[in-house]
């Protein structure tokens, strides 16, 4: 053989992905890039995304889970946790002996939580108190137009569900910045200090209300709270309210090649699930999609990726056709869908290059997260390992392997870990990212198309 023949037959070869697509293939690429995006538009936090999901399987013939409801191959289920989390099934026409095919991704993002007593104010300037949630470069959040979206219990009993800041007419809010010219001692400092937590203090308003009294402004700004949501100020103490950048998806590039939005990580990774698993009808195996909470602060309480709702859902199912939960478990296989970081050749001394994904070169498999010494990482074992490359490949999907930058550098986790700890085989692979953890982050349409494709072959699989 020819030195170009063993190159070729022992050699990897990675191509951009758009040298291997057709023109039909790009035409339903940008076809589901622009349902992503009206996605992405509606649903800025995990309720948002639980709501809408929730929606959409219902009009598809998805029926809530009930306590000793038969289950039989075609049958669609879900279990909405506490609307902050939910899970689908799609039954398969194998028993659930045989394990489940499972793509888990989250739903929640970096952003500012509301205080429990956030309104005050100060210099006659009204302001809500924060505390970030996830993983955030504080600097990046002042002087963003941010929205706030959430919920607030009242005492009667009713909940109102408070959106300010997303549509035409509304008002945004925004953290304040020192000017330039006074930034001699803020310029010195490091970039984890240049803005302290306890400064990413919202402004909601200046003008005062007439009369005499202290507290005008902040007085005005419950007023006007009152007279929209029927609210008090005692209501903060029962509310969810979130603070997250008020912009819209955009195309990026002259091309329009990537896109622009808050919260890809990891809502480009649910919206691929739940896509792959609304088109089945009949799978071999039972399909699941999980739509997790709180994987940004380690995956913890109720709606977290750690809770037993995920055994109540499966044993529920397995009980219905006298199946053991464990035996379920140990034939199962999980894609734990979530992204990875984009190689960004402005930061290339953060990335081995050899072993970090691309933009544009398709899902992006990573047999390991973690930090340093793999330090809470789930490893997938090298059978894993060839289980999704013969599982991709089958499918046509274009895939690449990646690991989370150099070494030291850093790390992160997913929920992988989670799963793997219920004795199923569990593999990371999601959408390359630039930007992660800011306000808004950029991922190529190509890669979430071929995303969605690749939840769709574990689901096959």
């Known amino acids: 053989m020819t030195n170009e023949e063993l190159r070729e037959s022992l050699l990897m070869a990675p191509k951009n992905g758009y040298t291997r697509i057709n023109a039909q293939q790009r035409a339903e690429m940008e076809s589901y890039c622009k349902a992503y995006m009206a996605f992405m538009d509606a649903c800025k936090t995990e309720r948002e995304a639980t709501a809408w999901a929730v929606a959409e399987a219902e009009k598809l013939g998805f029926k809530a889970l009930q306590e000793g409801m038969s289950v039989k191959p075609g049958d669609k289920i879900y279990l909405n946790n506490r609307g902050k989390s939910i899970m689908l099934a799609v039954i398969g026409t194998e028993s659930l002996a045989s394990g489940i095919n499972i793509c888990a991704a989250h739903v929640d993002s970096p952003r500012m939580d509301l205080k429990p007593n956030p309104l005050y104010e100060d210099s006659e300037i009204a302001y809500f108190k924060t505390h970030y949630y996830g993983g955030i470069k504080k600097y990046q959040w002042p002087t963003v137009e941010l929205a706030l979206h959430g919920v607030v219990c009242k005492k009667d009993g009713t909940t109102v569900t408070v959106n300010i800041g997303e549509d035409a007419g509304d008002p945004v809010l925004m953290v304040s910045d020192l000017l330039i010219h006074l930034s001699a001692d803020q310029m010195q400092k490091t970039a984890a200090k ?5 400064q990413l203090n919202v402004i909601l308003g200046t003008e005062p209300l007439e009369g005499e009294g202290s507290d005008l402004v902040k007085l005005h700004i419950m007023k006007l709270l009152n007279e929209k949501y029927g609210m008090v100020e005692e209501d903060f103490l029962s509310a969810e309210l979130n603070v997250v950048p008020a912009a819209k998806c955009r195309e990026v590039g002259l091309d329009r090649s990537l896109i622009s939005a808050y919260g890809h990580d990891d809502r480009v990774c649910a919206y691929a699930e739940l896509v792959a698993l609304f088109g089945l009808e009949n799978p071999r195996k039972t399909a699941m999609c999980i739509l997790a909470d709180k994987e940004e602060i380690g995956s913890v309480g109720v709606s977290g990726m750690q809770s037993e709702a995920f055994e109540y859902f499966v ?15 140990a034939a199962s296989f999980c894609l734990s869908a979530d992204v990875s970081n984009a190689f960004d050749p402005n930061f290339a001394e953060t990335c ?31 059978e894993v390992m060839r289980h999704i490359r013969k599982t991709f490949d089958d499918a046509g999907v274009i895939w690449q392997i990646a690991t989370l930058g150099k070494v030291d550098q850093g790390g992160g986790g ?22 992660m953890h800011a306000p808004l982050e950029l991922v190529s349409k190509l890669d979430c198309y071929e995303t969605m494709l690749a939840c769709k072959a574990i689901y096959l699989a």
């Open 315 to 329: 044993e529920t199912l397995c009980d219905a056709q006298n199946v053991k939960l464990k035996d379920c478990l």
């Open 352 to 382: 081995d290059r050899r072993n970090n994904s691309r933009l544009n070169y398709g899902i992006s498999i990573c047999k390991y997260t973690g930090s340093r010494g793999k330090g809470g990482a789930s490893d997938a074992s090298a």
């Open 194 to 198: 240049v803005i302290e937590g306890e």
């Open 414 to 435: 997913t929920v992988a870990a989670y799963m793997a700890n219920r004795n199923i085989d569990t593999v990371d692979a999601g959408v390359p990212v630039l930007s």
